[in-house]
C-alpha cells in the first residue's frame, strides 16, 4: 500500500512542492480560489484534492513507498471530467523515467485506456542526459505505433504493428477517491513486442514482463 501525499512534484528541478503551492496551481488549472483557503488552514490540500476529484476538476498526488522516502514512487494528475490521468513513475535518482497517459475508453462505460507510454533511457545512473526516448501508441483497436528517439545517434525511428495485439490489459477503472493502487501499478500486461536493451538481465525468474521495471525494481 503506497502512502499518498496531494502535493505536486517538479520533475525538473526533483523537489516536492506545498500544499500551498500545490493548491495555487490547481487553482490555475481550475479557475477556483482554494490557495487562500489552504494558507489560513481551513483546508488541506488532500481537502481540496477530494472536492476536485468530485467534481472531475484536475488535482494532482505522490506515492511513496515508504514516509521517509526522498522521492516518491510516481506522481500522478488527474482531471476526471476529461477522463484524463497520467502516472509518471521516478527511479531512485528521482528522475521520470516513464509516463502511462490514460484517456477515455470508447468501448468501456465510464473506463479510461491507456493510450500512450513514454520511455525514458539515461546515458548514466544519475545524470540527467538521456540517451534514447520511446513512445508507444495504443489503439483499443489492438494496433501499436512506435518511435524512437535516438538522442545519442541523433537519428529517429519508427514501428508500426502489422498485427492486432491483446490490448486488454490496457483498461482501467475510474479510481474512486483515495483508492488508486491500480491506476497507479507499474507492471501491466502491455502488447509490446519490442523491448529496448536496457540491460534487465539480472536472472531473476520473478522479474515481471514489463520491460519497464527499473534495475532496483524488488528492493523497496
Given at each position: 500500500m503506497k502512502l499518498i501525499k496531494?502535493?505536486?512534484?517538479?520533475?525538473?528541478?526533483?523537489?516536492?512542492?506545498?500544499?500551498?503551492?500545490?493548491?495555487?496551481?490547481?487553482?490555475?488549472?481550475?479557475?477556483?480560489?482554494?490557495?487562500?483557503?489552504v494558507e489560513n488552514g481551513e483546508l488541506t490540500s488532500e481537502d481540496v484534492a477530494r472536492e476536485n476529484h468530485n467534481k472531475g476538476l484536475g488535482y494532482e498526488f505522490c506515492a511513496f513507498n515508504e514516509q521517509s522516502d526522498q522521492y516518491p514512487f510516481c506522481y500522478a494528475n488527474l482531471v476526471l471530467k476529461n477522463s484524463h490521468a497520467g502516472v509518471e513513475f521516478l527511479d531512485f535518482a528521482g528522475r521520470k523515467y516513464l509516463n502511462y497517459l490514460f484517456g477515455k475508453s470508447s468501448i468501456k462505460t465510464e473506463g479510461l485506456f491507456l493510450r500512450e507510454v513514454w520511455y525514458y533511457h539515461f546515458t548514466s545512473e544519475h545524470g540527467g542526459?538521456?540517451?534514447y526516448r520511446l513512445h508507444f501508441v495504443f489503439d483499443e483497436e489492438g494496433n501499436v505505433n512506435y518511435r524512437k528517439y535516438d538522442e545519442k545517434n541523433q537519428k529517429?525511428?519508427?514501428?508500426?504493428?502489422?498485427?492486432?495485439?491483446?490490448?486488454?490489459?490496457?483498461?482501467e477503472s475510474y479510481p474512486s477517491f483515495g483508492d488508486y493502487e491500480s491506476l497507479i501499478r507499474l507492471d501491466r500486461d502491455l502488447p509490446i513486442d519490442i523491448f529496448p536493451n536496457d540491460d534487465h538481465t539480472d536472472g531473476n525468474p520473478n522479474r515481471p514482463k514489463n520491460p519497464w521495471l527499473p534495475i532496483d525494481w524488488n528492493k523497496n
Open positions: 496531494y502535493i505536486n512534484y517538479w520533475n525538473v528541478n526533483k523537489k516536492i512542492s506545498t500544499e500551498k503551492a500545490t493548491v495555487g496551481k490547481w487553482d490555475l488549472w481550475n479557475g477556483t480560489k482554494q490557495k487562500k483557503k542526459n538521456e540517451e529517429i525511428e519508427d514501428y508500426e504493428s502489422n498485427r492486432k495485439f491483446d490490448i486488454s490489459g490496457l483498461y
